[in-house]
């Protein structure tokens, strides 16, 4: 197993109990990463704290995607 594996776990699942089991093994593996996850506020991108109600769990950035790409003309060249 490695740490990339065991974040992708902690991401995808659909539970907080599942999340709190994979979160623990993430511990296992390495405290120190499984500290600084948690520093991120995992609640806001998690699958398991998406609310049944969204109908969504793809977590992407269009929004910002597409808003940088109209205005790339006009942005100076730094």
Do not use: W
């Amino acid at each position: 197993m490695t740490l990339n594996f065991c974040f992708e776990t902690v991401l995808k699942l659909y539970n907080i109990g599942e999340f709190n089991g994979a979160l623990d093994e993430l511990r296992g593996f390495d405290h120190v990463a499984a500290e600084a996850f948690l520093a991120y506020r995992p609640s806001l991108f998690c699958r398991a704290f998406i609310q049944p109600h969204t109908k969504n769990d793809v977590v992407v950035n269009n929004m910002a995607e597409t808003f940088n790409a109209y205005i790339i003309n006009a942005r100076p060249n730094i």
